[in-house]
DNA sequence: CAGCTTGTACGATGATCGTCGTACAAGGGT
DNA sequence: ACCCTTGTACGACGATCATCGTACAAGCTG
């Protein structure tokens, strides 16, 4: 893309507690960091992700969780590879993330997160080569 | 005060994820949540926190912290007592209220509270009798 | 009772937020 | 070379938010 430099993160000891916990009051993001931290390791695109919004709305979030240090985004071809910074994170405000993604998994995002990717691949199926459209439509 | 029943609480099972991430991503409500969990068991009256906002701020603060049920408050007299609902939180959100807190100390939230008390005390010194205007005035 | 204190209710206002559509850039296919 | 896919940038729009001022209610206390 056309950023001059690489991407811009915050670094490890500048994480600010109320940008991070704003950024997972979203539950559209919230659905991102459940998705990121189950298969942690692995990177995703931001495609990868069932998000019942379109592409800017997407690229809006995952520039929120940028910002406030939540993940980490590496260019590759085409795509944006995204990782959760679970060290940084666990460094900083330790124990947040894992009791927050544990009451988001008792709560209902991973319900909300099967139904969507469930939903966009029957949308997939339906009607091959349509790339966007907020999951139902 | 005039409302017709005592206050609305919700219950513990209906806590929300996003309303307590919510609520606790505002920096003057993390002051309150902050001092608040400092001494508990102890009642706090709204107006005993040295907050830098008006009267009217600070009681939208407390509808918001209360929405989200993460403090109860009890009517007494003229003023409200506010109490943390811990074990609410911690049965439905295990951890989270403490790592929150935890992260707060380390960060800014105490630092500005114990300035912002300071200041409160001063001008209280200085002109008795103002009970309002926001810590500056 | 009169006054003071504590807090609520009800706008109003400016800022931020979530969402979208359109246009465009960059890289990988054919 | 051409398109297609992936994502960004920018502008717009409605909703929510944090803040305030003013007016008022409820309970103490002189």
Known sequence: MHTTESIVHPAAEELELGAVLHALSDPVRLQIV?????????????GSFGLPVTKSTCTHHFKVLREAGVIQQRPQG?????????????ARFPGLLDCVLKAAEHADVIAVDSEASLESVVAAAVAPGTADSPAVA
Chains 1, 2 share one sequence.
């Open 78 to 90: 085409t795509t944006r590879l995204n990782r959760l910074r679970r060290a940084d994170l666990d």
């Open 34 to 46: 459940a998705k990121l931290a189950q298969s942690d390791e692995a990177d995703h695109t931001c």
